[in-house]
C-alpha cells in the first residue's frame, strides 16, 4: 500500500499572501480581533512566536503583539482549496479531502503511470504549484497515519517518504511529544507513568497498557507507537456525505471557542456544497477527547438544509449537547445524506428566509469567483463571530 497526505502549508495564510504579497514575511494572523475569537490559522513567522491555531486571539496578540490580524475569507479559501483539492483528485483513485486544506491519496499499483512514489509525489507538487502558486508537503508512507505524521515533518514544501521496514524509526525520529494525535494531557499521563518515548510504549504489553489507560487509549498507543494506523483515518471516500475535521495541538476547551471553529467549518461545507450542487439531509458532528474517547452526534431535521447558518444552528445544537467540558483533540463536521440539485426536494412553508440565505450565498459565491478583486461576505456571519 501507498498512501499520500497532501497538506497545504499555512493554507489561509498562504492564500493571503498571494492576494496581498506586502503580507510576505510578516507575522500573519487569520482570524477577527475579537476577545472571544480563536485564530484560524498564522504564518510560519507568527508561528516563531508561539501562535497556533484555535489559540484565543488575545493569547496570540500576547505572545506576538506586532503580527497583522485579518479577518477570514472562507470563500476566497474554498475557492482556492476547490482548485488545488481538483487537482489531487484527478491525479489518483483513492482520493479523501479530510478538511479544507488536508486530502489522502491512495497511490497503490501506479507506478506503471508516474513511476516510484517519490517521483509521483514531486510531480504532484509542482503541479499544484504551478496551477494554484501555492505549496503542499506531501508525506508517503504505508498506511495514512504514518503519511499524516510525514508530511509534517518537514514542512512548508516539504516532501518525506517512509518505507514500510521503517516505519517504527520514524516514529520514534518523530519522538512522543510531537506524535500525532498525543496531547498536552495524555503526555502529561504518559509522563506520570514514567513513559517518556515510543520506545517506552512498545516495552509494555497491550494487557498493561489497558489497565493504565483503558481501551481506547491502549489500542492508540499500541499501534501508534509501531506505526501501525490506530484507525483514525480507516474511512473511504464516500460520495453520499461531505465532511471536514481538524486536530488541535494542545486541545481546546469551551462552547465559545468550539462554537467559533464550527462555524467556519459549517462555511466551508456550505460552499463546498454549493460547489458540487448538492443539498444535505443529515448534519453530524465529531469530537474526540484529549483521553481518545471518540462520540458522534447527527440530526436529519425536519426541514431542508439551505445554508451556512441552517448547518451551523444544527451544528452548534448538537455540540451542546455532547460538550462535556473536557479538552477537545479532533472536532469535525459532516453533510450526508445529500441530494443533487441546487434546489429543495419539496417546497415548505415558512422556509423563504433559509431559501433566500442560500440564493445570496449563491451568488456570492458566483461574484467572487468570477472577480477576484471583489470579496463580498455576511453580515450576520462577522456579527456571529464578533
Not at 20 to 46: F, N, W
Not at 228 to 251: L, R, V
Not at 272 to 301: H, M
Not at 353 to 366: C, M, Q
Request: glycine share 6%; aromatic share 8%.
Amino acid at each position: 500500500m501507498v498512501f499520500f497526505h497532501i497538506d497545504l502549508d499555512a493554507f489561509f495564510a498562504s492564500v493571503e499572501i498571494l492576494d496581498h504579497p506586502e503580507y510576505k514575511g510578516k507575522p500573519l494572523i487569520i482570524g477577527s480581533r475579537s476577545e472571544r475569537s480563536v485564530v484560524s490559522t498564522c504564518s510560519y513567522e507568527a508561528r516563531k512566536y508561539g501562535v497556533h491555531s484555535a489559540m484565543p486571539m488575545s493569547t496570540a496578540l500576547r505572545l506576538c503583539p506586532n503580527a497583522l490580524v485579518v479577518e477570514p475569507r472562507m470563500r476566497r479559501y474554498s475557492e482556492k482549496s476547490h482548485e488545488v483539492m481538483s487537482i489531487i483528485r484527478d491525479f489518483a483513485p483513492g482520493f479523501l479531502q479530510v478538511s479544507v486544506d488536508e486530502a489522502f491519496l491512495d497511490l497503490s499499483n501506479m507506478e506503471n503511470i508516474y513511476g516510484l512514489p517519490g517521483k509521483a509525489a514531486r510531480i504532484l507538487k509542482q503541479k499544484i504549484k504551478e496551477e494554484t502558486a501555492l505549496s503542499v508537503s506531501i508525506g508517503v508512507a504505508s498506511s495514512r497515519f504514518v503519511a499524516k505524521l510525514a508530511s509534517d515533518y518537514h514542512k512548508p514544501d516539504g516532501l518525506t517518504i517512509v518505507p514500510p521496514s521503517r516505519n517504527e524509526e520514524f516514529v520514534d525520529k518523530v519522538g512522543l511529544r510531537k506524535l500525532w494525535g498525543i496531547g498536552e494531557k495524555t503526555y502529561e499521563r504518559l509522563l506520570k507513568k514514567g513513559i517518556t518515548s515510543t520506545k517506552d510504549i512498545r516495552a509494555i504489553s497491550y494487557e498493561r497498557l489497558e489497565s493504565m489507560f483503558g481501551s481506547s487509549l491502549a489500542d492508540y498507543l499500541y499501534n501508534a507507537s509501531r506505526g501501525i494506523d490506530p484507525g483514525i483515518y480507516q474511512g473511504e471516500a464516500k460520495s453520499h456525505s461531505i465532511s471536514t475535521e481538524n486536530t488541535y495541538y494542545p486541545d481546546v476547551y469551551g462552547i465559545d471557542t468550539l462554537s467559533s471553529l464550527l462555524l467556519e467549518m459549517s462555511q466551508e461545507l456550505s460552499l463546498r456544497a454549493l460547489k458540487e450542487k448538492v443539498i444535505p439531509r443529515t448534519i453530524g458532528i465529531k469530537i474526540r477527547y484529549g483521553d481518545f474517547s471518540t462520540f458522534n452526534a447527527q440530526t436529519t431535521p425536519d426541514e431542508a438544509i439551505y445554508s451556512s447558518s441552517d448547518i451551523f444552528k444544527h451544528a452548534e445544537a448538537l455540540l451542546k449537547k455532547v460538550y462535556n467540558n473536557q479538552g477537545v483533540r479532533l472536532l469535525g463536521l459532516t453533510l450526508a445524506q445529500v441530494y443533487e440539485g441546487e434546489n429543495v426536494e419539496q417546497m415548505e412553508l415558512f422556509r423563504e428566509k433559509s431559501e433566500k440565505e442560500r440564493l445570496i450565498e449563491k451568488a456570492i459565491l458566483d461574484i467572487n469567483t468570477k472577480n477576484k478583486d471583489i470579496k463580498i461576505v455576511k453580515a450576520g456571519t462577522m456579527k456571529k463571530k464578533e
